[in-house]
């Protein structure tokens, strides 16, 4: 396998709006992450990937860009990017953006000018199209609830937006168009940024005949992502993306893909294809789902399905592509009230187990900030205390219009659900808001932040960051844990999530229990007398044939002969 800095990497992502604030007005900044590059450098990550931190109306946090080359007023200015990159690199931290070009924001000068006249230089930068008879252009739904179209009185016609009114999404068919998003990318390569994150990529290329959405026809889909993702051109323009910019530049690149089925990602990814190096796919985010009202339930994960889904992936990428590997992220809940358990006597192990599994798979492991000291999701009482667009958005469609949910069990929903359980501020110790600002903090902090913060961590030195921090070690000191491969063991354990990774003669042999059950076991590696424990999240002493709740293990056998290995495999 082809050795990459990239693939041996551990990412962190740091939402700036939340991470520290330095100025005390409530809101994270770039001096504050400059303050914290020490901790992050202690935790012994090699890149920071930043959510959005553009000049933006932050309709949407961030993510509705007006201006691609202006830092947003709250996080700082272009001097204090400058310091912070610089600074990062003294560390031997690589720094990727958020690349957002799917859409802008309605206040960039771009969509300013479209919406002028249907002359306008700038009007084919978007897409616009007639209603059909007085009725929206088709039945295309947002990801945020409602018509995937705003109309415009000025010139008569509609405008997309795949997300909120205020997010025109950009006509990738305009050559000009194109251009100018490879320009604004070498501006910040240039500058000396590492590479990026490519928010929904695989949604660049629309259908010109816009067609009708079947599945929100059928009432099967809560918006129209599955059928817009990976378009016509979606391939022709991220290639020529690598060839016209990223191929001139050593980057890493990841790129967001809502609803991209394994046959479409070996094409991103493939090696040969010249794309991107890899991927955040959401299947396995997406599997507690429900069918009508989609992300909106408080459904547990099944875990034959979790694994099927993440077997799968690691099967089909091996030796083509590559994994990025991530619990957790801005979009999605905390991953330790999500698939773990939160409660006080479990939090811990629970937290531990799931980073083992996950930083032990084929790929390249993303933290999510707070991740790393165990923070949780936060339950809030009124739907009025939440701020994320998509929350408020679902919960006016589902309570006040359809009358479909009550308010009781919408607020569950979002408990579990929200985007704004990963947004709440960085709980760095115990005094007035964690830490995080002097003053007023832009959104509520988690009340459990006295006992959850990042200097109870630094004091435990049985604490998730110390067990993360080792996970880190031991991926730059065992080559078997990036460029092994990987087979699935036990499939159809509904408790265990178990599998091997093989490099030359060494195997690594990883055992996790998902469950706060205690499990009898009967593996063989815990037979063999020549194994080595690298890690697991109970110490000693290590029960032989026995997971306690939460438990993980981690084994490693060296100079395996190919004579040996059926006798020393991993088997139920």
């Not at 000068?109 to 230089?121: T, V």
Request: proline share 3%; aromatic share 12%; charged share 25%.
């Amino acid at each position: 396998m082809e050795k990459n800095w990239w693939k041996e990497a551990v990412v962190y992502q740091i939402y700036p709006r939340s991470f520290k604030d330095s100025n005390n007005d409530g809101i994270g900044d770039l001096q504050g992450i400059i303050q914290k590059l020490d901790y992050l450098d202690k935790l012994g990550i090699d890149v920071i990937w930043l959510n959005p931190i553009y000049e933006s109306p932050n309709d949407d946090n961030g993510y509705d860009i007006s201006n691609y080359k202006k830092i947003m007023n709250d996080f700082g200015d272009m001097n204090d990017f400058n310091q912070l990159l610089e600074e990062a690199h003294k560390k031997n931290i690589k720094i990727i953006m958020d690349l957002v070009v799917n859409h802008t924001s309605d206040e960039h000068a771009w969509f300013i000018e479209s919406r002028k006249d249907k002359n306008n230089a700038y009007r084919d930068y978007y897409i616009w199209k007639d209603g059909d008879d007085g009725n929206y252009p088709n039945n295309w739904q947002s990801y945020f609830n409602g018509p995937a179209w705003t109309y415009d009185e000025t010139t008569n016609q509609y405008y997309l937006h795949l997300f909120s009114e205020k997010q025109p999404d950009l006509n990738w068919d305009n050559e000009q168009l194109r251009s100018e998003v490879y320009d604004m990318m070498r501006y910040w390569l240039d500058k000396g940024v590492d590479g990026f994150r490519m928010d929904v990529i695989n949604m660049i290329s629309k259908d010109p005949n816009i067609p009708d959405d079947p599945n929100i026809s059928q009432n099967l889909e809560p918006n129209s992502a599955s059928f817009i993702a990976n378009g016509p051109n979606a391939h022709r323009y991220i290639n020529e993306m690598n060839k016209e910019v990223l191929s001139k530049y050593d980057v890493m690149t990841v790129g967001e893909m809502v609803n991209v089925p394994i046959e479409e990602a070996l094409k991103y990814t493939g090696s040969e294809r010249n794309e991107l190096q890899m991927i955040f796919q959401w299947e396995h985010m997406s599997l507690d789902y429900d069918p009508i009202r989609g992300k909106w339930n408080n459904q547990k994960v099944n875990l034959r399905d979790l694994k099927e889904s993440l077997f799968k992936w690691q099967e089909k990428l091996q030796g083509i592509g590559w994994n990025s590997l991530y619990w957790n992220n801005h979009d999605n809940p905390r991953c330790v009230s999500r698939f773990g358990d939160d409660r006080p006597e479990y939090r811990k192990l629970s937290a531990k187990m799931l980073a083992t599994t996950l930083h032990l798979l084929q790929g390249t492991p993303y933290i999510y900030q707070g991740e790393e000291i165990g923070m949780t999701n936060i339950h809030l009482n009124h739907i009025e205390q939440y701020e994320d667009i998509e929350t408020l958005n679902a919960y006016k469609e589902l309570v006040e219009n359809k009358n479909s949910i009550t308010n009781s069990q919408m607020m569950k929903y979002i408990h579990f659900a929200s985007r704004d359980n990963a947004r709440t501020p960085m709980q760095w110790d115990s005094t007035k808001n964690a830490g995080f600002t002097d003053s007023t903090p832009w959104f509520v902090v988690n009340e459990n932040y006295k006992n959850i913060n990042v200097e109870a961590s630094l004091n435990d030195s049985d604490s998730i960051f110390y067990y993360y921090q080792a996970l880190i070690q031991l991926r730059k000191q065992y080559e078997i844990i990036v460029y092994g491969s990987f087979k699935a063991i036990d499939r159809n354990n509904s408790k265990i999530f178990a599998f091997e990774r093989t490099l030359n003669e060494s195997k690594l042999y990883v055992i996790s229990n998902f469950t706060d059950e205690k499990i009898n076991t009967n593996y063989r590696i815990e037979q063999n007398e020549n194994k080595k424990l690298l890690i697991g999240n109970y110490g000693e002493p290590i029960l032989k044939n026995t997971l306690r709740p939460y438990e993980t293990k981690v084994y490693l056998i060296d100079n395996i002969t190919s004579e040996s290995v059926d006798n020393n495999g991993i088997q139920s």
